[in-house]
């Protein structure tokens, strides 16, 4: 069965503090996928990877890095959370882009930063 | 840049009334069109993709329609029943990247 797991489902820090979240799927995909999703604004495209060692940025990546150092883990980092990073953040994988492939989600990160 | 629309943003149907939900989007140049299913506080299951060639998809009683020329997707659902109260999303692939419209939350009253 297709899995994607992430780190925590339930995150709290303090503003400043640098915070990791993981992701890690099972199905050998080449693409993953971070997105933050908040209220009426849907899912929004932080980085995505095609490949080990390599990123795109996508259409809010500041105050956000991210690794991809083995295939089936990819890491989203907040260098010096903000209260604005409060949000929902999930992890997505897929198989090749340009066919008939569907993205695969995590459970999803849920952090606060007071 | 492409653009996700759709409405309406929330609906409530008592049940056995079919469902209509609607996806708009700017770019007509997509790989795909997906639509997905969001339980709260949970992350996203897919339930239908159509690609860019084809017209509709089916699985039980949901079916999805694809017009690119018109920049519009339908996701019809039939009979509706409470299990099927969520929040349903539908996104767009553009060269590999997906983008979301901000989804329409579903209630289906017994």
């Known amino acids: 069965d297709v899995k994607v797991t992430q780190s925590s489902r339930y995150l709290v820090k303090r503003t400043g503090e640098k915070v990791f979240l993981e992701c890690v799927q099972d199905?050998?995909?080449?693409?993953m996928f971070w997105y933050r999703q908040d209220p009426g604004l849907g899912l929004r495209l932080i980085y995505f990877s095609y490949d080990v060692k390599m990123k795109e940025k996508g259409d809010i990546p500041e105050g956000y890095s991210v690794s991809r150092e083995k295939k089936e883990r990819f890491s989203l980092i907040l260098e010096s959370a903000s209260t604005n990073q409060t949000s929902m953040y999930l992890c997505?994988?897929?198989?090749?882009?340009?066919?008939?492939?569907?993205?695969?989600f995590g459970p999803g990160t849920r952090l606060l930063v007071l | 840049k492409q653009e996700v629309t759709q409405i309406p943003a929330a609906l409530s149907v008592p049940e056995g009334e079919n469902l209509v939900l609607n996806c708009s989007f700017t770019?007509?140049?997509?790989?795909?069109l997906q639509w997905f299913r969001q339980d709260p506080g949970k992350g996203l299951t897919s339930l239908l993709l159509?690609?860019?060639?084809?017209r509709e998809q089916t699985s039980g009683r949901l079916n999805a329609s694809l017009d690119k020329s018109s920049g519009r997707s339908t996701l019809y659902i039939a009979a509706s029943q409470p299990g099927d109260s969520a929040t349903y999303l539908c996104?767009?692939?553009?060269?590999?990247?997906?983008?979301f419209g901000a989804g329409t939350q579903v209630v289906v009253t017994p």
């Open positions: 199905m050998d995909h080449e693409n």
């Open positions: 996104a767009a692939d553009s060269w590999g990247k997906f983008q």
């Open positions: 997505a994988s897929s198989l090749l882009s340009g066919k008939k492939e569907t993205q695969y």
């Open positions: 770019d007509s140049a997509i790989y795909n």
């Open positions: 159509i690609q860019s060639s084809q």
